[in-house]
């Protein structure tokens, strides 16, 4: 083993080389490259079936004549530019940045573009269709393409912006559906110009207002009159002021500030989530209206609910809790510290403290299909609900919590507070957390419980069985697309996001040590990521394998696995994915002597060890991983004590605290 003492006044990248030989390599390790290579062939089988080779669109010859849709397209490959962060193929990067410029000019022959970014749709669609483009900024900020279109984006959010999506009078985005041309009232004609009964994929969600006069069940909708009414009604009061998804923005702001640090994208995200957190210290909850005039409830009787994509209608907390992580998140990017979690932490409140128990199938709730591949054979137990929506009539439409915003709270600050409410979600949960069920989501998510059980030391199987399953999702989605016989006339969007042949939820928890990105618009994060050294690019190394197997809020565990019998690989460990964590020391297990293995011996040798230190007091380290060694850290940190910014693989880190 050997090291580089930092010099105090440059402050160089520590080095450490592993020396432990690995004779055994874990079987998580071998799963995990196996897993890279499927996703190799996987994501070249998808780009030959469904896309255009002329330039990456998808093949789809049919017409969109509403808002709806855009989102859809982008979502094919929303995890692609992950896979290569990670540590993917080289040529992925270059075929993701093609996809999306391909979609996007497809998307803007279909009128739902402009100038490459969506004229005017809801923040809980545009959050979705925005992960593809994060994840092209974070994995190549060095592309100036890219970095002037996020400027670009960004400035249509500030307050001297020509678009006028918002009022810095009243500190709001002026309508739910918002984009290049600027505040676009009502909700577009689909529905402005009538909400019949007719729409089987929204009748689970109930009516999107409860006091319509003459409409108090869905079947009333078939009169046409009364669906024309509806419909007024959604254009006049849904379609216009501020909606609380519309803080998935923040996210799109905060991009822009990584790159330069533009002091007025920080000011805008701070300002515009203070906003919200003055209105949910006033009403005492988190509202999700704001009217015209700044006002909470004016479009909605007085009542802090009711809003489009709100908490009545059609997601509830699904759509609530997940903008506010956004904003709270994005805000404490770019402060630098947590007070604004609470933003985050009101509408998960909400809900907990209206609790109670109860059996899966015997609730009327919206998404029970999405909970009883979650929940397996105990969907037939008796479990902890919470009711995710609420409307004149109260509190309703309960399913069990979604592990994921309270995961998320609790992982980006580490507080005591959030580990108490992660706790009790556990315990009452009702469930076992440690079980790995075979499901993927359209968000890619849902196995948050097994992987913090396994960090709780609990479940030291999750890391074999999950990269298992990841593998069997693999193949699972190569067998759909295989079987596919749709043709570019289809017109079902969703088909090409069932069947997106990637997976990067097991790799993300398990590489970076961070949960799946949050699905409506949250940026990629992550408690260390990697470049590799030789070849110049994020990720990690061929044959290179990584676990981390601890997280605290001053402390990471992570053990790198070499599998290579030949071949040393070089990698720089970075702390966050922007940078913004402090390593403050590093430690590891090393073998006290190169042991020289005698050829008459049969038994694999166990060679001793020593434990060795170094005082860090940077952001990253440089790992060299000879043939067939592995390497076991403990690392120190001072969470978010530097400042965040887009990484370049290609640059030493400089930061200090």
């Known amino acids: 083993m050997t090291f580089t003492e930092p010099d105090p006044m440059s402050r160089p990248t520590p080095e450490i080389v592993a020396t432990t030989p690995s004779t055994a390599p874990p079987t998580w390790a071998v799963l995990q490259r196996r897993l890279f290579d499927d996703l190799d062939t996987a994501w070249r089988a998808f780009r030959d079936r469904y896309t255009d080779p002329r330039d990456g669109r998808l093949r789809f010859a049919g017409r969109i004549d509403d808002r709806d849709g855009a989102d859809d397209f982008y979502e094919a490959f929303f995890n692609w530019p992950a896979l290569y962060l990670l540590g993917g193929a080289d040529d992925l990067l270059p075929a993701v940045k093609r996809h999306w410029e391909g979609v996007t000019a497809q998307l803007t022959e279909l009128g739902l573009y402009k100038d490459e970014f969506e004229r005017g749709y809801d923040w809980f669609h545009q959050g979705e269709a925005l992960l593809m483009f994060y994840g092209i900024c974070a994995a190549d900020p060095a592309d100036e393409r890219f970095r002037r279109r996020a400027l670009r984006f960004a400035e249509q959010y500030l307050p001297d912006s020509p678009a006028g999506n918002y009022d810095p009078e009243t500190r709001i985005i002026r309508t739910p559906h918002n984009g290049t ?66 803080l998935a923005a923040t996210a799109l702001v905060t991009n822009a500030w990584l790159y330069d640090h533009d002091p007025r994208f920080a000011a805008w995200v701070l300002s515009y989530v203070d906003a919200w957190r003055e209105r949910a210290a006033a009403c005492g909850a988190m509202p999700d209206n704001v009217g015209p005039t700044g006002t909470v409830g004016e479009d909605h009787g007085g009542r802090w609910y009711g809003g489009h994509y709100g908490w009545s209608w059609p997601h509830g907390v699904h759509s609530v809790g997940a903008a506010t992580l956004v904003g709270a998140i994005s805000a404490c990017l770019v402060s630098g510290g947590f007070d604004r979690l609470d933003l985050a932490r009101r509408p998960l409140d909400q809900v907990w403290e209206q609790r109670r128990t109860g059996i899966l199938s015997h609730q009327d709730t919206s998404r029970r299909h999405s909970w009883e591949p979650l929940l397996g054979e105990e969907a037939g137990n008796s479990i902890n609900l919470l009711p995710t929506r609420v409307g004149v009539h109260g509190w309703f439409d309960p399913e069990p919590a979604q592990s994921a915003y309270w995961t998320w709270l609790w992982w980006f600050g580490m507080q005591p507070q959030d580990q108490a409410r992660l706790d009790a979600l556990r315990d009452a949960a009702g469930y076992d957390w440690s079980a790995v069920r075979a499901f993927r989501d359209k968000e890619e998510a849902g196995h948050e419980p097994p992987w913090l059980a396994y960090l709780a030391g609990v479940n030291p199987g999750y890391p074999e069985q999950a990269h298992r399953m990841a593998l069997g999702q693999v193949r699972h989605r190569m067998a759909l697309l295989a079987a596919d016989s749709a043709g570019t006339e289809e017109t079902d969007l969703h088909r090409w996001q069932r069947l997106n042949p990637v997976v990067t939820e097991v790799l993300t928890q398990l590489t970076t040590g961070a949960p799946q990105t949050l699905y409506n618009g949250g940026l990629h994060l992550a408690r260390v990521r990697y470049d590799d050294l030789d070849r110049e690019r994020p990720g990690l190394p061929p044959d290179v394998a990584a676990l981390v197997d601890r997280l605290g809020a001053e402390t990471t565990g992570l053990h790198l696995v070499n599998l290579s019998l030949t071949h040393t690989r070089r990698l720089r460990v970075r702390a966050g994915a922007f940078g913004e964590h402090l390593i403050t020391t590093a430690q590891w297990e090393s073998t006290a002597e190169e042991h020289v293995p005698d050829p008459r011996d049969y038994a694999l040798p166990v060679p001793a060890t020593r434990f060795d230190s170094v005082e860090v007091h940077a952001n990253a380290l440089h790992i060299t991983l000879p043939p067939r060694c592995e390497l076991h850290l403990r690392l120190g940190m001072r969470l978010h004590a530097l400042r965040a910014a887009h990484q370049s693989a290609t640059e030493q880190s400089r930061r200090t605290s």
């Open 181 to 246: 041309d600027g505040p676009r009232p009502g909700l577009g004609p689909q529905w402005d110009d009538g909400f019949a009964a007719d729409q089987p994929g929204m009748r689970p969600y109930g009516l999107p207002l409860e006091d319509v006069p003459g409409v108090t069940r869905w079947d009333d909708l078939a009169d046409p009159d009364l669906a024309v009414r509806m419909g007024h009604h959604m254009r006049d009061r849904l379609g216009r002021g501020d909606t609380a998804v519309n």
